[in-house]
């Protein structure tokens, strides 16, 4: 395995490490009421509950968004075609 091939990987598997976790702790935070801890804490610190809809939304499209950023390139390549696509098409 050369070089670059194995900096791929390494850069694949910490990015996981990192958004995976940040987009799962938001989900429950956005959908429910979240956990009892977090919860617990917020109304110990004094914030409103709604704030952590808020955050959680933030949370997901943070790593959405970063995704997206590591697969511009892709996108810079690809938006041309889309676009003559969607102009012939109206």
Known sequence: MNTHESNRILHWVF???VLLPTAASGIPDLFTHGLK??????LLLGYPL???KILGFAK???A????CQ???DRWNRILPAVRRA????I
């Open 15 to 17: 990015t996981l490490l």
């Open 37 to 42: 801890a977090t919860v617990q804490s917020y």
């Open 50 to 52: 709604y704030l952590m």
């Open 60 to 62: 997901i499209l943070g």
């Open 64 to 67: 959405a968004g970063r995704q």
């Open 70 to 72: 590591l697969h511009s």
């Open 86 to 89: 969607i102009s012939s098409a």
